[in-house]
């Protein structure tokens, strides 16, 4: 043998030792020692070829590729089978749940059994009571009745021939037929009166189908079943039942259209107090001020109220606006709503925004006049402040409810989420961002206990419909009608290329919380303002408000929603095309 065949072998017969002292005690290849044999191979691979290499080292390298194929192979199958371990495991856990929940189900329902069969047993012992003290009675009227028979027998006998008796026989027979129309209808109306003063209702179907072989299946009586209709909200059945939104008589479901109907207000007494809120800052809103005040006092005699500033302003102007009421400290400001009958505000939608945080409960109805920018909110024209405000006083008007959202932040340390800060009511948006923060923001977002994603990118929009064409049309969201009730979730720059803004329904509570492996804090503002820190474990809960913000309307809510889009982001503006060209033949 070859010194360099000796070579050879002894060192292959040194690395299958290596190799072999390597292996762990239950057979599989440790994957350190893997890729350090794959190492070694690839470096002996990659050297220098001497001048004198002969068959036998290409034979030595080629098992050595095949010792590494063979080692690979066996970390993958490693792998496989913790894998499959593991599912193994979880199925053998969820298995086990399930015969759990089953042997608790059986165990409840033998409790059932027991009851029943104890209930059926009473049941019997009070039905054979009532036997004996019946039988008795069934049995003397009985005799009574076919006593009665026989005397009336023999009467018609010595009146009537045998035809006339079956003429009788066929009018009593008519009679019964009578007596049984008569029984239907009264349980049927029985029924109708159930319909009306209950919440179910049962509909009988009558097979119209004609058959002149049966009688029988002509009068086919099918039932439908009953059922009930009843908000279900947080897992309780609650007891106000939803006549407003659903008709469900006669047991078919039916809309009841409740949001397509336009909403009108109409004073029942005449309005006697109305609050100004004006921009500030502003020369032409100053002006106007002036003038609606001293209008509303002389010619509709109301008592006007305005913010201390501007009671300032006006008695810099004039002595004679001493009449016009203020607050002294901001505890007054939660009773405005059971002093003022109106609201006006002199601005834009951001004025509209600051009188609707002004109250923190009910709103009285907003007269919002434009001196603004956009004005999304402000439909009324401040020329014609006069007319516009003898139609508003007058009555009826129609009015926009923008409907708010109630937020809440919940710190890590609470007890329970009841346990928070002071609720903030926001009628644009809150705005969930990541502030100076160079990372992305990380957060989890629940909606009803459910989870619905993990946002990653520099922050959330949670918008009211009314917002929708503020900062959640700017990240990409859609524009909505203010008077459809829903919650508006839209990203703000995502890391992703499938994350679209969503729209959820108004009953359900969004819960976004900071994971504790979030890289930064996140920083919430409640329409643009009141910046709140959320730590790492906060969360903010946001759910539809019950007090919305009625807006009164030049026209109507969608008249006056579609021009604002129209003016103020001039949507879908485009040049018409031209009528002259080429055409489509006629066919």
Not at 248 to 273: H, M
Not at 322 to 345: A, C, F, G, N, P
Not at 438 to 445: A, M, P
Not at 520 to 541: C, H, Q, V
Request: proline share 4%.
């Amino acid at each position: 043998m070859s010194p360099s065949k000796l070579d050879s072998t002894d060192s292959f017969g040194h690395e299958e030792a290596s190799v072999s002292c390597s292996k762990p005690e239950n057979g599989c290849v440790d994957s350190l020692s893997i890729f350090h044999s794959e190492k070694a191979v690839e470096e002996l691979l990659q050297q220098t070829p001497v001048a004198g290499m002969d068959e036998h080292l290409i034979e030595f390298s080629e098992a050595l590729r095949t010792v590494a194929k063979a080692l690979r192979r066996a970390a993958e199958g490693k792998a496989s089978a913790q894998a499959e371990a593991a599912e193994w495991k979880w199925r053998y856990e969820l298995e086990r749940t399930r015969n759990i929940q089953m042997e608790q189900k059986v165990s409840g329902n033998n409790n059932c059994e027991m009851l029943r069969h104890w209930w059926i047993r009473s049941s019997l012992d009070n039905a054979m009571d009532m036997l004996r003290i019946m039988l008795p009675c069934l049995f003397f009227w009985e005799v009574g009745k076919e006593q009665n028979k026989r005397i009336a027998e023999a009467r018609m006998a010595e009146q009537f021939s045998a035809e006339k008796n079956g003429d009788l026989d066929c009018e009593r027979v008519k009679n019964s037929d009578n007596q049984s129309m008569l029984q239907n209808e009264s349980n049927e109306h029985s029924e109708t009166g159930c319909m009306k003063h209950g919440i179910w209702s049962h509909e009988v179907l009558r097979d119209r189908e004609s058959d002149s072989n049966s009688n029988a299946d002509r009068n086919k009586i099918m039932r439908k079943a009953s059922f009930k209709l009843s908000w279900w909200c947080n897992g309780e059945n609650g007891d106000q039942h939803k006549h407003d939104i659903v008709s469900f008589e006669r047991g078919n479901i039916t809309t009841a259209e409740r949001s397509s109907k336009q909403i009108s207000l109409k004073w029942e007494s005449d309005p006697q107090t109305v609050l100004i809120l004006t921009k500030p800052n502003s020369v032409s809103v100053r002006i106007l001020c002036v003038q609606m005040v001293r209008w509303l006092r002389e010619r509709k005699k109301l008592n006007v109220y305005v913010e201390p500033r501007v009671k300032v302003e006006l008695l810099a102007e004039s002595s004679n606006f001493s009449y016009v009421q203020t607050w002294k400290d901001d505890s007054e400001i939660s009773h405005l709503h059971m002093k003022v009958d109106l609201v006006i505000t002199l601005g834009g939608d951001g004025t509209v925004l600051w009188a609707a945080s002004m109250f923190k409960g009910p709103v009285p109805p907003i007269v919002p006049f434009s001196l603004g920018s956009l004005g999304f909110m402000t439909p009324f024209h401040s020329e014609h402040f006069k007319d516009c405000l003898d139609s508003v006083l007058r009555g009826p008007i129609s009015i926009t409810l923008r409907h708010r959202l109630l937020c809440r932040v919940v710190r890590d340390a609470a007890k329970n989420e009841y346990e928070t800060e002071e609720p903030f009511l926001v009628l644009n948006e809150v705005t969930i961002d990541r502030g100076i923060s160079s990372y992305l923001t990380n957060l989890e977002c629940y909606c009803d206990n459910s989870f619905v994603t993990c946002v990653q990118g520099d922050g959330l929009i949670l918008s009211t419909t009314s917002g929708s064409t503020a900062y959640s049309l700017a990240a990409g969201g859609s524009m909505v009608h203010p008077q459809v009730p829903g919650i508006l979730f839209t990203p703000i720059c995502p890391h992703s290329l499938s994350f679209r803004p969503l729209i959820l329904p108004e009953h359900v509570t969004v819960r976004i919380m900071v994971p504790f492996n979030s890289r930064s804090p996140a920083w919430a503002s409640f329409d643009g303002k009141d910046r709140k820190l959320l730590a790492a474990g906060d969360a903010l809960l946001c759910s539809m408000a019950p007090w919305p913000v009625p807006t009164a309307c030049q026209v109507d809510s969608t008249n006056d929603f579609l021009r604002s889009i129209h003016d103020g982001l001039h949507w879908n503006l485009r040049k018409t095309q031209s009528f002259d060209g080429p055409r489509d033949r006629d066919l």
